[in-house]
């Protein structure tokens, strides 16, 4: 089982809470924390700015293109940044509550 964090960007929080749920009742993540975020970034070679929402999400990697192809249903951006980062250590009862949870 190799844990990782999922970091996607989101145009507002009801978009946001709209990934979250679909991908907590699919079992793809675990959970998931939401933070209103200033982004900057090129875009067509222009520099860019705009108020986001990120969603940081607890998953396995092996359900990052389950997830992928969930996001690109529901998000509005066509080019969205969902990236993912392993999870080195955590303890056993993370470890536990992950198997319990995307188990059941």
């Not at 089982?1 to 999922?6: D, S």
């Not at 969930?70 to 980062?85: C, G």
Request: charged share 30%; glycine share 0%; proline share 2%.
């Amino acid at each position: 089982m190799e844990i990782c964090i999922l970091f996607l960007t989101c145009t507002n929080m009801k978009e946001a809470d709209k990934i979250t749920r679909t991908l907590l009742e699919k079992r793809l993540i675990f959970c998931a924390k939401r933070f209103p975020v200033s982004s900057s970034y090129f875009w067509k070679g222009k520099r860019n700015s705009s108020k986001e929402v990120l969603l940081i999400m607890d998953s396995l990697r092996d359900n990052f293109e389950k997830v992928r192809k969930e996001v690109a249903k529901i998000h509005s951006y066509k080019t969205f940044v969902l990236l993912s980062s392993p999870v080195i250590q955590t303890t056993v009862e993370v470890e536990n509550w992950i198997k319990q949870e995307l188990r059941s």
